[in-house]
């Protein structure tokens, strides 16, 4: 198809929150009106600090939390007219921490094989012998088949996890932080073996993450939140190059460098981070923001630009050479 194989359109989520015997809850705005479009063989990485809306949108794309407003399509057809056992098989998550993610009383084999189960289709030696092909695929022995998950190391218990997200050959995996609980020396291995399993299978990658140089490595295209929002969206290559928004090159000024003598970076954002219950008027980034105008205070910025390049960004403005800053 032509179209975009999952595309968010206008989607929001919000939550209850607070309360109590005197207080009334108040909505908490986890995802506001986040629209994109994702191709098939694409690795879209979802960036931004802790509480930013990347692991609500994680849980809204594969069907955990429905969308308070908006649409999600797969293939042009809601995931409610697909159907969850539909959506499930074609949408796959790895989460963050494979230490909690995988069930302890079940063996290596169990946890790979579980969705092949809820799907139907395979039993006996025929599921065995595709639990072992993915095992192998993955970098595990066969012979872990009956081990458990305390007798492996972080790195294979990761590997089970992405071994059991591929059973089904979904199109899609969704990486909630897939490498951040493990050791800086395993990382880089995961991270290679999930670009090798993309180019292989054909798949299509969500991958949410707050580290910069684990994005750079494996995305093609960097959506960058801000308090629920898109604030930017790019290639992987224009955005590291020549960030647009303020925040993206805040985000881009903390990343720590082996140059000896520098220190640690300083965004100069401050430490304070928004309330989200309460957000600023205007752009919610300007409390923060040493470039805002005035309007910034007043205005929500919309996100404009081209297939290209998008910015919610008062400083650009949209043309038909696209993205321009503003002379005054």
Known sequence: MNGP????????????????????????????????????GESLALVGESGCGKSTLARLMIGLLEPSAGAIRLDGKTLAAHGRHAVARRIQPVFQDPYSSLNPRKTVGAIIGLPLDVQGGADGAQRRRQVEAMMEHVGLARRLYHNYPNQLSGGQRQRVAIARALITHPEIVVCDEPTSALDVSVQSQILNLLQDLRRELGLTYVFISHNLAVVEHIATRVAVMYLGRIVEEAATGALFRAPRHPYTRALLDSVLTPEPGLGVPDT?????????????????????????????????????????????????????????????
């Open 5 to 40: 194989l999952i595309e968010l359109d206008g989607v929001s989520r919000s939550f209850s929150v607070g309360g109590g015997l005197f207080m009334r809850k108040r909505p908490l705005h986890a995802v506001s009106g986040v629209s994109l479009a994702i191709g098939r």
């Open 268 to 328: 100069h954002l401050g430490a304070a981070y928004p309330d989200p219950v309460n957000p600023p008027p205007g752009c919610a980034f300007h409390p923060r923001c040493s470039a805002a105008l005035v309007q910034c205070r007043r205005d929500r910025p919309s996100l404009a630009g081209d297939d290209r390049a998008r910015v919610a960004c008062h400083l650009y403005v949209s043309s038909r050479s696209g993205l321009t800053r503003r002379t005054s």
